[in-house]
């Protein structure tokens, strides 16, 4: 496993000494300590670590929420904490976008597997969400091109595939992309 670089959050300090000092023989970096949701936040945000390991019951803001959070902004993967293994609070936990739950005391052996699995279920969300843009950016680009077509096919009365002719000849002679070109000629319509 690639070493990694961690936000800590407990608000117990036996607890985070334990889980630092397990982290670093194993050649992690612990950047980062909080006692809160709020602080664990605010570290993640500020110091982007590969990965968070947060407790569920925090002062001022508890685990869940914070990693709701910071699974929202995308920030790093999430792994909670707990000495409770209560059906409501799991199902809590998957809907925060948490990526692990592991129950204390939290031994090396249920730990490192459960990091491997977090950091690679966060890498394939990111992979997926930047497919689905590349889809998303794709089906515009078609959109834009259709409807550029559409304009110089009325405007010309030429054929589908003589309208991408001509923008894609008028792209390539003005060294502009296909898009800005299908844009250019929309705006034109439209005015």
Known sequence: MAKLNIVIADNESIIRMDLKEMLEEAGHTVVGESINGIKAIELTRKLKPDLVIMDIKMPEMDGITAAK???DEKLAPVI???AFSQKNIVEKAKHAGVLAYLVKPIRQDSLFPAIEI???RFAEIQQLEHDLNNVKNSLQMRKTLDRAKG???DAYN?????SY???QKYSMAKRKSIKEVAEAIIRA???
């Open 80 to 82: 909670l904490l707990t």
């Open 151 to 153: 304009i110089l096919m």
């Open 158 to 162: 030429i054929s589908e595939s003589e």
């Open 118 to 120: 977090a950091m690679s």
């Open 165 to 167: 002719r001509r923008i």
């Open 69 to 71: 959070i910071i699974a």
């Open 189 to 191: 319509a439209t005015k």
